[in-house]
């Protein structure tokens, strides 16, 4: 069982694996071993995740997510196949956490009196700057 939060656990028959080797430099052992990790879940159908979790995490832009809402991790950073596990699921728990806490929507601010000043101030300091270089004679 991955534990992704104290309140959100997604049971092992969730996710799916898949051992394939990994690519880069490695030697010997990188063309026999098969290290990296693929790991799926399913987002759009998970019954372990509430709704306004699932919501949120299927509304992100994130690469990983497929367009079907499974969630894809290519972990192959490590040299054992463990130790990639551990690391594909950490990552599934952080992308997990990330959907947990919705955000805090911005409130509008209007500029007040003093920084309008200063902007137009600025604006027509530098519009005379701009203007006294086009009035120069050259003759």
Do not use: C, Y
Not at 24 to 29: E, H, K, T, V
Not at 60 to 88: M, S
């Amino acid at each position: 069982m991955s534990e992704s939060s104290p309140s959100i656990a997604i049971p092992e028959s969730e996710l799916v694996e898949r051992f394939v080797r990994a690519t880069g430099p490695g030697g010997q052992n990188v063309n026999k071993v098969a290290t990296a990790v693929e790991l799926r879940f399913d987002v759009a159908q998970s019954p372990s995740l509430p709704e306004p979790v699932r919501a949120r995490l299927l509304a992100k832009r994130d690469r990983r997510l497929t367009d079907d809402g499974v969630f894809v991790i290519n972990a192959q950073r490590f040299r054992t196949q463990d130790r990639n596990r551990q690391d594909a699921r950490e990552r599934l728990a952080a992308f997990i956490d990330s959907g947990l806490h919705a955000p805090v929507p911005r409130i509008a601010t209007k500029p007040t009196r003093a920084s309008k000043r200063r902007r137009l101030d600025a604006k027509r300091e530098r519009g005379s700057i701009k203007q006294s270089r086009t009035r120069k004679d050259w003759d």
